[in-house]
């Protein structure tokens, strides 16, 4: 695995994933909804893939002393490992906003928002892992193509996206509920992050799984 | 007798316009085969096969004598495949495909992978998108060797060398395969190539294994002749296959066992490109557009 990863990292992440990696940073732009930042993270995997077509990725990898469904498995890794980077990247921004700019701001500050807090990294943690459940299956019915399962799954991790950030604004209470610390909200707050874990997990274990479904049946 | 290390049972796959059909060969310790056929005839599929890149629909590949799939990464760590030259990752220096390619083995030798560079005149340090065709090739090849690999599958390694590389890639199989014992089947359509260095031919015609022998049995049944074109009414032209005339002079094939009728002329051992023209072509003479 620590080699897969290794390879991915080496020969696959570019200079243009990294730059939106660290846009997760926008999540301290104050009176912006705090999951739309994270929408950069999936433009960073829908292009990795398509650079890896033109780069001949698969080509290369298929050579490796490795099976097949582990030229799945170094993706997920690759994927998995861009957005737990644009989650820690975001994380110090997230307290700057949270501890020092929105209380600056005051009042003006006060969108009604799903706002900074584990419920908010709870719910990218699955969002990300939904995010690769879509997309790579789908890709890898045929990974020399990418236009159809880069759209599909974009589109709905964006529809996903607004409407989760719209529930808040609908609903301005839910939104003051899990930014409290009542002990019932704290209690939510970290059972959503765990939640969110565990669907991250669940989510890239299935993504694999049926990837390497899909990379069994097909010519390289 | 050399121990068999890659045992090839029955393949087959079917396609819509090609079929592999029941392909079944063995390649032993420390020789080296051409595999030869027109284009598409099936060998860049059945490479794929025995290297688990595309599934076959039947058939078994035994690698040291157990199942190629069970034991997929012992085995694919002691295979070297290569289709033509490295053409991956053009922006990246060759150091950095080299560096992340040996994680991969554990056989790997960085000594032997340096002496590769420094034999086959590799910069490492430039970028693949900086490497001629010829180059590339060179450089899968320095890969593929650098792992100590017991078996080298290559797909056309030689195309896009010059003569002089040609040469150096060729006498580099012929050392490997003495020295080192290692097992070589290459595919190409430089046929001059087989003639230097291959010990037995695999010849594939429309996806089946049409031969399946050494060289010297390859070329047992035919002769080379030649003379001067003037003669040839003289004699039964029927009995000489893939007849050339050109500049007065005639060449073709004629069979082992018609020697005794043609000894006032020159005859010679074939090479393998003229056997080959002769089972794919025989004495067709095509209609040209032109």
């Known amino acids: 695995m620590k080699k897969l990863l290794f390879k991915e990292l080496r020969l696959c992440l570019t200079p243009q994933v990294i730059t939106f990696i660290c846009l997760s940073a926008l999540i301290a732009i104050p009176s912006w909804p705090a999951l739309t930042s994270f929408i950069y993270t999936f433009m960073a995997l829908v292009i990795i893939f398509p650079v890896a077509i033109a780069n001949r990725d698969i080509e290369y990898t298929s050579l490796l002393p490795i099976r097949k469904i582990d030229i799945v498995k170094g993706k997920v890794l690759l994927a998995s490992f861009i957005e737990l980077s644009s989650i820690v990247v975001s994380i110090p921004f997230a307290l700057l906003k949270y501890f020092l700019i929105s209380p600056a701001l005051g009042e003006a500050s006060q969108y009604p928002d799903l706002g900074i807090n584990l419920v908010l990294y709870g719910i990218v943690l699955a969002m990300c892992g939904f995010f690769n459940l879509l997309f790579i299956p789908m890709y890898y019915k045929n990974p020399f193509k990418t236009a159809k399962s880069q759209l599909l799954s974009t589109f709905i991790i964006l529809i996903l996206t607004m409407a989760v950030t719209a529930v808040f604004m609908v609903f301005p ?11 019932l909200a704290l209690i939510i707050q970290f059972v959503s992050l765990g939640a969110g874990i565990g669907l991250f997990v669940l989510f890239n274990f299935l993504a694999f799984h049926f990837g390497a479904k899909k990379i069994r049946s097909i010519d390289l | 007798m050399p121990q068999t290390v890659l045992e090839v049972c029955n393949l087959n796959k079917k396609y819509t316009n090609f079929a592999l059909k029941d392909v079944s060969f063995s390649l032993k310790e420390g020789t080296i085969y051409g595999f030869i056929g027109r284009n598409g005839a099936g060998k860049t ?10 599934q076959s629909d039947s058939g078994e590949i035994l690698y040291l004598g157990e ?26 220096k060759a150091k950095t495909i080299a560096k992340v390619t040996a994680t991969f083995y554990k056989t790997w030798d960085e000594e032997l992978y340096l002496k590769l560079l420094k034999f086959f005149d590799l910069d490492q340090e430039k970028k693949i998108k900086q490497f001629s065709n010829g180059m590339k090739v060179k450089f899968g090849l320095t890969l593929a060797l650098s792992h100590g690999a017991k078996v080298l599958l290559l797909d056309e390694p030689t195309s896009g060398l010059d003569p002089v590389s040609r040469d150096e890639v060729l006498d580099c199989f012929l050392k490997i395969a003495q020295l080192k014992k290692t097992t070589i089947l290459f595919s190409t359509h430089v046929i001059s190539d087989l003639d230097k260095c291959a010990d037995e031919i695999i010849y594939i015609k429309e996806g089946e294994i049409y031969q399946n022998s050494s060289v010297i049995n390859f070329k047992s049944d035919y002769l080379h002749i030649e003379g001067s074109a003037e003669l040839l009414s003289n004699i039964n032209q029927n009995r000489i296959s893939r007849l050339f005339i050109h500049q007065g002079k005639f060449s073709g094939l004629i069979m082992k066992t018609d020697q005794s009728d043609f000894s006032n002329f020159v005859l010679q051992e074939p090479t393998l490109e003229e056997l080959m023209l002769n089972i794919e072509r025989g004495n067709e003479n095509e209609e040209t557009p032109f």
């Open chain 1, 173 to 183: 209470s839910a939104s003051a509920f899990v930014n409290s610390f009542s002990g």
């Open chain 2, 45 to 54: 599929t059945t490479l794929k096969c025995i290297y688990n890149l595309v």
């Open chain 2, 67 to 92: 199942d190629f799939q069970k034991n997929e990464i012992k085995a694919k760590n002691e295979i070297g495949l290569l289709f033509g030259g490295v053409d991956f990752y053009p922006a990246q």
